[in-house]
């Protein structure tokens, strides 16, 4: 062999010892598009997408935000890094890992024919654990988005879980198709588990539904744990589990002047879309909701005890049926707390409250509707009708309101029947039409008159376990076996 095919040898073996060696570091990376391990605080350092199934995938214990590409195989690390990737149609699976907070925005949005979901790996339980402070630490902030799914996530902590909010800035296009699905939230000090603020008062947001959510743990001060607040049209509030929090369960706003109109710009009434309305609240759970301990309702050293489970506060036409809500200061209330002397709106009607069964209430009702005191707006044309109350201190508790009627129901218990508010005006108390109703076990005997309905003289008549002995009278919905098992353990303790 001559020297030059000896130097072509020597050639061709250092060429095929690089490849290999080339080999064995891919294979010890891995099949991905970069390596694992940093991230990203500049946008401009993002790694791009390139998958081609739409899936974007974030590991926050093996992504890297400047080398990743969002597969599976090569990961992003943080949240914001995938929020950049994405675009109609695609889906961020979330992996385990602990994550930073995160805010989408109007960039975030799906279209109808391909929305956008931001999911839990399934099998997978991420945590968004949002940090800092003053009065807004938000773990999931979404603004202006539409078409769009939050998926199995969970948050801990924070002054807010999950904050979806509208404003001015969309202008007279609605946003529609919202879901906040299956996630959980606790641990929250401060404001909200989960809320949805609707500030635009030029344009609602429609086809918004909390599904399947557990909310608990959480301090609310004189906020609430889960609330849709504003200009709202069409939603759905389903499944959920909400529970041992400081103050409202689940509330449905109206008039707090979130999305009320700008005076000086020719509306007839500034507050003529800032209401919840045309929506279901159903199949949730709601239980240990009480202000007992919360300083935001501590008046000459005793607390308050009016955090309701499900609240109507200045909502309208609302359908409320097959809840189970359970040791609450209150089980249900539909009130407004502002003054028709400020503007005739200021009023609550179209709420109808069927199929529930409200149990163990003892700070003052298992249902309440009206204003409660003499000035506040009437809950009026609204029906209550079939539900069952069990051992709540005060049954059924009447304020200022007008043309309901209260009908079929069954109580069971407790201490007073119905009781009307006497910081109410007589003559706010009385157009009520109360009939067809059971009763049975009630300590106070005046508080019930013969033409709300039959009593009986032992509750064992009404009820075989939690279903009505009674056709056409309470609950045709009973709760399930594990919460009533809740229940009982709450009752004992």
Not at 163 to 170: A, I, N
Not at 188 to 200: D, L, Q
Request: charged letters at 25%; proline letters at 3%.
């Amino acid at each position: 062999m001559n020297s030059s095919s000896k130097e072509k040898d020597m050639k061709k073996q250092a060429i095929l010892k690089l490849t290999l060696s080339f080999l064995i570091a891919a294979a010890a990376l891995g099949t991905g598009c970069g390596q694992s391990g940093s991230t990203a605080t500049d946008p401009a350092d993002y790694g791009d997408y390139a998958g081609t199934d739409g899936m974007i995938h974030v590991s926050a214990e093996s992504g890297s935000d400047t080398d990743g590409c969002g597969t599976e195989d090569s990961p992003f690390a943080t949240l914001p890094c995938a929020a950049a990737s994405l675009a109609p149609g695609r889906t961020i699976i979330v992996h385990d890992g602990t994550y930073d907070a995160f805010t989408l925005t109007e960039t975030a949005s799906g279209t109808e024919d391909a929305p956008v979901t931001i999911k839990a790996a399934e099998g997978e339980s991420p945590v968004i654990k949002p940090t800092g402070d003053g009065d807004e630490v938000i773990g999931i902030h979404i603004v202006n988005a539409e078409h769009i799914t939050i998926e199995g996530l969970e948050v801990e902590g924070g002054t807010h879980g999950i904050y979806y909010e509208s404003t001015r800035d969309r202008g007279e296009m609605p946003l529609t198709d919202i879901t906040i699905k299956d996630c959980t939230v606790h641990g929250v000090r401060g404001t909200h588990g989960i809320c949805v603020y609707a500030c635009n008062d030029l344009a609602p947001v429609k086809d918004l539904t909390m599904t399947g959510c557990e909310v608990y743990d959480c301090e609310c001060g004189d906020s609430e744990s889960t609330v849709f607040n504003g200009n709202i049209d069409g939603f759905e509030i389903s499944g959920n589990l909400i529970h041992e929090n400081n103050n409202i369960g689940i509330d449905m706003i109206g008039f707090e002047g979130n999305a009320a109109h700008p005076e000086g710009e020719g509306f007839d009434n500034l507050y003529d879309a800032d209401y919840v309305r045309n929506g279901t609240c159903h199949d949730n759970v709601v239980y240990g909701i009480s202000a007992e301990g919360n300083d935001a309702y501590l008046e000459d050293g005793e607390y308050d005890l009016c955090a309701d489970g499900i609240y109507v506060d200045g909502g309208q036409d609302i359908e409320i049926y097959n809840n189970f809500v359970f040791c609450c200061d209150i089980g249900i209330e539909v009130a407004t707390e502002h003054s028709p002397d400020d503007n005739p709106l200021f009023k609550v009607s179209g709420i109808d409250v069927h199929d529930n069964v409200v149990a163990g209430c003892e700070g003052w009702c298992g249902l309440c509707f009206g204003g409660y005191d003499a000035d506040l707006g009437y809950t009026e044309n609204c029906k209550f009708y079939k539900n069952t109350f069990i051992d709540n201190d005060t049954q059924i508790g009447v304020q200022r309101s007008r043309d309901n009627e209260i009908y079929g129901n069954l109580l069971a218990g407790g201490s007073t029947g119905v009781e009307y508010n006497e910081d109410c005006r007589p003559e706010d108390l009385s157009g009520n039409a109360i009939h067809d109703n059971v009763a049975a076990g009630l300590e106070e005997k005046d508080s019930w008159q013969a033409g709300y309905g039959k009593t009986y003289k032992s509750t064992d008549e009404l009820l075989t376990g939690w279903t009505s002995r009674i056709e056409g009278r309470g609950s045709s919905f009973v709760p399930a076996e594990e919460y009533v098992k809740i229940y009982e353990s709450w009752r004992e303790d």
